[in-house]
């Protein structure tokens, strides 16, 4: 088995950690995940961009990709985006917005590059698949390796912080599960949704 084939099938059963719990413990929170998004919608999207999508984040927007089909709104720079999953303010990006917070780093390192080209504020290759609604912070897919980084406005990006998109949903996956066994002060389900405080 290839390389890809298997960190897909991983990508595959860490999101499926993922929406089995959320279905059987905060259902509203669930159904708020839209349709999958369309090969063509994702080729489309990498013409915007400039960039090929790297296979295992590919593979988990073919599963759901948020805003799908969706009127385009007015507001924040991510419109479209599904909160509630991975912490209080993070969104979880679908093609529309993972182009348009890619478009806006990019345009920001444009207009005010780093001092230090070996520590870029962005690179070309790093794909946003989490944001919070302007664009302050979030957490991107490296398109050379795979790996997940974050950024943050004011920091130097972390690169590496996970090795895989499956590794970060795990991570989430664990997070979710600590909610129903152990309690986290920070988040409830409350009505079938969950509620971060």
């Known amino acids: 088995m290839s390389d890809n ?3 897909t099938d ?6 499926g950690r993922v929406t089995s719990w959320l279905e059987q413990n905060a259902p509203v929170t669930y159904e708020a995940i839209s349709r999958p998004a ?3 919608d994702i080729t489309d999207a990498e013409e915007r961009i400039g960039v090929s999508l790297p296979q295992d984040l590919r593979k ?5 990709s948020m805003g799908q089909g969706s009127a385009d709104p007015v507001g924040c720079l991510v419109s479209w985006g599904c909160g509630g999953i991975v912490s209080q303010n993070a ?10 917070v890619y478009l806006h780093q990019m345009g920001a390192q444009e207009m005010e590059p780093s001092d230090d080209p070996d520590y870029p504020n962005w690179r070309q290759e790093w794909i946003p698949f989490v944001s919070e609604g302007d664009g302050f912070y979030g957490q991107f897919v490296d398109a050379r390796d795979g790996r997940v ?3 943050s406005e004011g920091s130097l990006p972390e690169v590496g912080q996970h090795p ?4 970060y949903f795990d991570r989430v996956a664990e997070g979710l599960e600590r909610i129903a066994t152990a309690g986290i002060a920070t988040c409830r389900i409350v009505d079938g949704r969950l509620v971060w405080s």
């Open 5 to 7: 084939v298997s960190r």
């Open 10 to 15: 991983d990508v595959r059963r860490a999101w």
């Open 38 to 40: 369309s090969e063509k």
């Open 60 to 64: 988990w927007l073919l599963m759901n």
């Open 91 to 100: 969104l979880l990006l679908g093609t529309r917005d993972i182009e348009r």
């Open 149 to 151: 980084g974050r950024w």
């Open 164 to 167: 895989s998109l499956a590794a």
